[in-house]
């Protein structure tokens, strides 16, 4: 066995121990997996740079503004920014949507991202972050949560798990995070294992004043114990 191989070995090794512990602690999330694959997209763009609930705010309010797709493709592009402001961002972002959906349109004739679900994982995925404002994290949540497909989509909270448990570096980002972590995802767990780290990273492993007294799987952490305290790294 290599050498790369073998830190490859050790390190799927963690992260099943890590999925183990998350689901005696949480469970196996139920979480829909058969959402219409343009509201994800379109949602997960949202969520850019902002969180859950302002991402919430913001989709619920562009649905109220233009209650179908043809509407918003047709709105002015700084309409849909007033309807999506709370979110931030809010010209960038909808510029990228108007351009998802002209896109789709171009494309199929019609606005739905269904046939991004008939095609192969990979082909899929290159198709998505082919399109203006979609990276590896959109991408992958449209096909694991419209597709049903076996993904796992890396957010800011995965990351910062992931670094502290020393499965990448402190210099790797999110984008290239999701190619050094997907060789490592136990089989069938992408899912799971993704919605849990989450969780876990919003209510014990926080960015700021970490609840490492509660951590569920301290073994593997690789922040040096003086650097450990419930109320926060020191």
Same mark, same amino acid.
């Given at each position: 066995?290599?050498?790369?191989?073998?830190?490859?070995?050790?390190?799927?090794?963690?992260?099943?121990? /890590?999925?183990?512990?998350?689901?005696?602690?949480?469970?196996?999330?139920?979480?829909?997996?058969?959402?219409?694959?343009?509201?994800?997209?379109?949602?997960?763009?949202?969520?850019?740079?902002?969180?859950?609930?302002?991402?919430?705010?913001?989709?619920?309010?562009?649905?109220?503004?233009?209650?179908?797709? /043809?509407?918003?493709?047709?709105?002015?592009?700084?309409?849909?920014?007033?309807?999506?402001?709370?979110?931030?961002?809010?010209?960038?972002?909808?510029?990228?949507?108007?351009? /998802?959906?002209?896109?789709?349109?171009?494309?199929?004739?019609?606005?739905?991202?269904?046939?991004?679900?008939?095609?192969?994982?990979?082909?899929?995925?290159?198709?998505?972050?082919?399109?203006?404002?979609?990276?590896?994290?959109?991408?992958?949540?449209?096909?694991?949560?419209?597709?049903?497909?076996?993904?796992?989509?890396?957010?800011?909270?995965?990351?910062?798990?992931?670094?502290?448990?020393?499965?990448?570096?402190?210099?790797?980002?999110?984008?290239?995070?999701?190619?050094?972590?997907?060789?490592?995802?136990?089989?069938?767990?992408?899912?799971?294992?993704?919605?849990?780290?989450?969780?876990?990273?919003?209510?014990?492993?926080?960015?700021?004043?970490?609840?490492?007294?509660?951590?569920?799987?301290?073994?593997?952490?690789?922040?040096?114990?003086?650097?450990?305290?419930?109320?926060?790294?020191?």
């Amino acid at each position: 066995m290599s050498i790369a191989s073998g830190i490859i070995k050790e390190k799927g090794f963690v992260l099943k121990k /890590v999925a183990e512990a998350l689901e005696g602690e949480y469970g196996i999330p139920n979480k829909e997996t058969s959402a219409d694959p343009l509201e994800v997209l379109i949602s997960t763009i949202l969520s850019q740079n902002t969180n859950d609930r302002n991402r919430d705010l913001s989709f619920k309010a562009l649905r109220r503004r233009f209650p179908d797709w /043809v509407s918003l493709l047709e709105a002015d592009t700084s309409e849909i920014a007033e309807a999506i402001k709370v979110g931030g961002l809010a010209i960038q972002k909808a510029g990228n949507i108007k351009e /998802v959906l002209r896109w789709i349109w171009k494309r199929w004739g019609r606005l739905s991202l269904s046939p991004i679900c008939e095609m192969g994982t990979e082909e899929a995925r290159g198709v998505l972050i082919g399109l203006k404002g979609v990276g590896p994290k959109t991408a992958n949540c449209v096909l694991a949560f419209g597709c049903g497909r076996e993904v796992f989509p890396v957010d800011t909270h995965i990351l910062r798990i992931a670094t502290r448990l020393g499965l990448v570096s402190s210099k790797v980002t999110a984008e290239r995070a999701h190619g050094v972590l997907a060789p490592l995802i136990p089989a069938g767990k992408a899912l799971s294992l993704h919605l849990n780290l989450i969780r876990y990273g919003k209510e014990i492993c926080r960015a700021l004043k970490p609840r490492c007294s509660l951590c569920v799987f301290p073994e593997f952490c690789t922040l040096p114990p003086e650097h450990r305290s419930e109320k926060g790294l020191v």
